[in-house]
């Protein structure tokens, strides 16, 4: 089915983030791995595989318009040194992707493209309920518990 090209075009936007923001999780879980930090580590592990999934189901999207997405393109990462500058770092990615999403939403329906919209709804959903909560939760956590009892805790 042919897509509308303004569709197609925030949707290979939407792709670009996806792509960073799973390769930036792919990182920080490989390095609190690394660090012995085991629960943060499935947490991103977690989070990969999320943002792997978004960028799928934006994939087949675009292919079922008859866009051709493109995987050489993707937004830069911001990998952080530690676990407090991961957690902003990752936090201002999926606020990032929350305007993003609301941005090519609106383009959805201003093309009365409502399938393509509901899918970008249900990853909204994901993003700020899951994704932006945890973040802001854990650095909430670190400033009440302090940030070596918070490590000790993600062992």
Same mark, same amino acid.
């Given at each position: 089915?042919?897509? &509308?090209?303004?569709?197609?075009?925030?949707?290979?936007?939407?792709? $670009?983030?996806?792509? $960073?923001?799973?390769?930036?999780?792919?990182?920080?879980?490989?390095?609190?791995?690394?660090?012995?930090?085991?629960?943060?580590?499935?947490?991103?592990? @977690?989070?990969?595989?999320?943002?792997?999934?978004?960028?799928?189901?934006?994939?087949?999207?675009?292919?079922?318009?008859?866009?051709?997405?493109?995987?050489?393109?993707?937004?830069?990462?911001?990998?952080?040194?530690?676990?407090?500058?991961?957690?902003? &770092?990752?936090? $201002?990615?999926?606020? @990032?992707?929350?305007?993003?999403?609301?941005? $090519?939403? %609106?383009?959805?329906?201003?093309?009365?493209?409502?399938?393509?919209?509901?899918?970008?709804?249900?990853?909204?959903?994901?993003?700020?309920?899951? @994704?932006?909560?945890?973040?802001?939760?854990?650095?909430?956590?670190?400033? %009440?518990?302090?940030?070596?009892?918070?490590?000790?805790?993600?062992?």
């Amino acid at each position: 089915m042919k897509g &509308n090209d303004r569709v197609i075009d925030v949707l290979k936007t939407l792709l $670009a983030g996806e792509l $960073a923001a799973r390769d930036q999780y792919f990182i920080h879980s490989r390095m609190c791995d690394d660090w012995g930090l085991t629960k943060l580590f499935a947490h991103y592990e @977690h989070e990969r595989q999320e943002e792997s999934a978004h960028a799928d189901a934006i994939i087949r999207r675009i292919l079922f318009l008859e866009g051709v997405p493109d995987l050489n393109n993707q937004d830069s990462l911001n990998v952080g040194s530690d676990v407090p500058s991961m957690f902003k &770092n990752d936090l $201002a990615l999926e606020y @990032h992707v929350v305007g993003a999403l609301k941005a $090519a939403m %609106k383009i959805c329906e201003e093309e009365q493209d409502y399938v393509t919209r509901e899918m970008l709804r249900s990853q909204l959903d994901d993003t700020e309920q899951d @994704h932006a909560y945890y973040l802001e939760k854990q650095l909430g956590l670190i400033d %009440k518990i302090g940030l070596q009892n918070y490590l000790q805790s993600q062992m």
